[in-house]
C-alpha cells in the first residue's frame, strides 16, 4: 500500500512539475506564429506604449516591427523574435507616458537619412534616366554590409531600408517599408521589361511584397539579404525565381 501511495506521489509530483514548467515556459513568437500567445504579446505590448493597431493572435509585420522596437529601446538584440529575453523584459514593462521628456519609439535610427520634401509619387518613373549610374554606383558601394531587421544605415540595413538609404543618398525619398515601395513606379509584365534602376519585389515571409531589390541587369538585382547582407544575386536564382513577384519600372 506505501508502496502505491508512493507511485501515487511520484506520480503527482511529476505532473505538478511538468504542469508548472509549461506555465513557466516562454513561448518563441516569430513572423507566422499565431494564437492565444501572440494575441497576449500584441496586448502587452500595445499597454506599454508600442503601436499595435490590429491584436488579432496573428504575428504579422506590425508585431514584429513593434517587438524589434521594444527590443531595441531595452537594449536587447534586434531580432523582431520573442525569445525569453524579450519575455523577461515585457513581464517587467510597464507604461511609458510619452511627452515632452520621453520620447516615443519611432524606427528612425542614427545615421539614417531623411530627405526634404514628400515622398516620392505612386505608379510613376522617379528615376530620371541619367543618374542610374549614380544610385547604381551608391548601391554597389555597400555591399558586404550585413543584415539586420529595422536595419536603415550602413551599419546594418534591412530591404527595404537598404532601398531607402540608397535613394535617399540620390535625392530620392522613398517609403520605409517593402510593401509601400512595391507602389512606386509601372508594373511590369515580365522581367524583360527590366532596365537598370528599377525595382524588384518578391513573396518571402508573408503574402505581398515582402522583399525588395533594385535592378542591375543581366538578369542580376542587388538587394539586403537577411542571411548575406547585401549582395548582388540572378532572378533565376532557384531560390529568388519562385518567389519573384514583378518588377516596377521607376526609370523616366
Known sequence: MKKRLLKIG?????????????TL????????SHGHNVLLLQKKL????YKISSVDGIYGNETERAVAEFQR???????????NATWRALQQAKKVKWGS?????TVKQAGTLQTKGPLAPNNKPILAKGKVGDLLKTARSYIGVPYAFGGATPKAFDCSGYLQYVFAKNGINI???????YKLGLRTKTSKQ?????????????AGASHCGIYLGNNEFIHASSSKGVRVDTLSDTYWAPRYLGGKHIVK
Open 10 to 22: 511520484t506520480a503527482i509530483g511529476l505532473t505538478l512539475v511538468i504542469t508548472s514548467s509549461v
Open 25 to 32: 515556459a516562454s513561448p518563441t513568437l516569430r513572423e507566422g
Open 46 to 49: 500595445q499597454a506599454v506604449g
Open 73 to 83: 529601446d531595452n537594449k536587447i538584440r534586434i531580432t523582431g523574435v520573442v525569445n
Open 101 to 105: 521628456d520621453v520620447p516615443p519609439p
Open 175 to 181: 517609403p520605409r517599408t517593402a510593401d509601400e515601395q
Open 194 to 206: 527590366l532596365v537598370p534602376g528599377d525595382l524588384v519585389f518578391f513573396t518571402t515571409y508573408e
